[in-house]
């Protein structure tokens, strides 16, 4: 009988299927920080050797697709959580022929293929197909705490499988009140480093990033940048037309032009965000993470932002930019006088140190082992 070597679980590559946010295909940007999320964890854990292959919704578009596989699924977007009620009604996020039940469908049809499941959808859905599969499942919970029913399914999980929830941040994972931190697996986020050019020489702008949806609260970046008296560059999807109209007269009367640039791809986006002074964050939710602010500084530029969910944990208050009272404007404008106390070759160098892919990838094939071999032990 021929003796099988035996492979410590911790070097076999992982077949893993990613389960991409269903509220846009990949590349549109509707899916904002998750997009650059599930993108980057493709390539990092490609280029380790793990299989990977990304089911998204249809019209999905890959930048480096080397190594990934990318399963397209047809259907109706998901609406994003941020815009529904917070007591749904028992059939929650019910979307006939959905990108996501399609997903749901193709996971439970091909789950035998995987060594693990991971999904990134902020939605009921893929958490009730936890207990159904043979496959481990994973949730990396996109963002804080903002429906019932995900509190439900998100604490009925924590406690039926240990193990299987990933946050980017604490302060969002604290969201979540009936869990307890060591339910969670904090994660931070990461960026390619070298798709971001330092930028030494900044022009007069400030810079804001952003899905354009009121929970993101840029009326409060352009009030500051006007009562400043500098110019603002906006860049990002317009994702809810009626809130950017409600903000035409605030633009056109601002003292300084407020100049809308569209939404760019990461190369054009990273050249133009680089030449700002600084980045504005005034989010009125518990930002999970802010992919924003870890690019920005990548660039070099320092961040101004509201003290609370992740950009609080990521700026360095008077090193890598400000950290002001939420929602206020003075505290904003003070703080803006105070850009250049802020050493743009430190931004950069935060964003080297603190989140480099390879930090980000060895933190989830931590997680990822530790689930897998839990399985095969059980
Ligand atoms: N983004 C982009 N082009 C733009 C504006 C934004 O690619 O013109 C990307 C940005 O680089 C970031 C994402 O959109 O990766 C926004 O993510 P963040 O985590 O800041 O916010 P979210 O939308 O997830 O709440």
């Known amino acids: 009988m021929a003796i099988l070597p035996l492979i410590p679980p911790q070097k076999t590559p992982l077949r893993l299927l990613l389960l991409s946010t269903p509220v846009g295909?990949?590349?549109?940007?509707?899916?904002?920080?998750?997009?650059?999320?599930?993108?980057?964890?493709?390539?990092?854990?490609?280029?380790?050797?793990?299989?990977?292959?990304?089911?998204?919704?249809?019209g999905s578009v890959l930048p480096d697709h080397s190594q990934v596989e990318l399963v397209q699924m047809v259907g109706s977007f998901q609406p994003t959580a941020q815009t529904q009620p917070r007591l749904q009604p028992s059939e929650p996020f019910p979307v006939a022929n959905s990108a996501l039940a399609n997903a749901c469908e193709y996971?439970?049809?091909?789950?035998?293929?995987?060594?693990?499941?991971?999904?990134?959808?902020?939605?009921?859905?893929?958490?009730?197909?936890?207990?159904?599969?043979?496959?481990?499942?994973?949730?990396?919970?996109?963002?804080?705490?903002?429906?019932?029913?995900?509190?439900?399914?998100?604490?009925?999980?924590?406690?039926?499988f240990p193990n299987r929830l990933g946050a980017y941040t604490r302060s969002q994972a604290e969201t979540f009140r009936q869990t307890s931190l060591s339910d969670w697996q904090i994660l931070g986020s990461a960026i390619d480093l070298q798709q971001y050019d330092y930028c030494d020489e900044p022009e007069g702008s400030l810079g804001w990033v952003g899905r354009i949806s009121p929970e993101k609260g840029l009326e409060d970046a352009i009030a500051a940048s006007a009562s400043a008296r500098r110019p603002l560059k906006i860049f990002g999807k317009i994702e809810d037309a009626a809130y950017w109209q409600s903000l035409t007269k605030q633009i056109n009367e601002a003292p300084a032009p407020v100049n809308y640039c569209g939404f760019l791809s990461t190369p054009e986006l990273q050249?133009?965000?680089?030449?700002?002074?600084?980045?504005?964050?005034?989010?009125?939710?518990?930002?999970?993470?802010?992919?924003?602010?870890?690019?920005?500084?990548?660039?070099?530029?320092?961040v101004i932002a509201y003290r609370r969910g992740g950009p609080a944990e990521i700026v360095r208050?008077?090193?890598?930019?400000?950290?002001?009272?939420?929602?206020?404007?003075?505290?904003?404008?003070?703080?803006?006088?105070?850009?250049?106390?802020?050493?743009?070759?430190?931004?950069?160098?935060?964003?080297?140190?603190?989140?480099?892919?390879?930090?980000?990838?060895?933190?989830?094939?931590?997680?990822?082992?530790?689930?897998?071999?839990?399985?095969?032990?059980?």
């Open 25 to 58: 295909p990949l590349g549109s940007g509707l899916g904002g920080g998750v997009e650059a999320s599930v993108v980057n964890l493709a390539r990092v854990l490609g280029q380790r050797g793990h299989r990977i292959t990304i089911v998204a919704p249809l």
């Open 317 to 378: 208050d008077g090193q890598t930019g400000w950290l002001v009272q939420p929602d206020n404007i003075e505290a904003l404008v003070s703080a803006i006088a105070r850009i250049g106390e802020i050493d743009r070759r430190q931004c950069r160098q935060d964003a080297a140190d603190l989140y480099s892919l390879t930090a980000w990838g060895d933190r989830f094939e931590r997680w990822f082992y530790q689930i897998v071999s839990g399985m095969m032990s059980s």
């Open 271 to 302: 050249k133009a965000l680089g030449s700002t002074q600084a980045l504005l964050m005034t989010p009125k939710w518990i930002e999970a993470f802010g992919m924003v602010a870890i690019e920005a500084m990548a660039c070099g530029v320092p």
């Open 107 to 160: 996971v439970q049809a091909e789950q035998a293929r995987y060594d693990l499941i991971v999904n990134f959808a902020y939605d009921w859905q893929p958490f009730q197909l936890t207990a159904m599969l043979e496959t481990p499942l994973a949730h990396f919970v996109t963002m804080g705490s903002l429906l019932d029913v995900m509190d439900q399914v998100i604490a009925q999980t924590a406690l039926q």
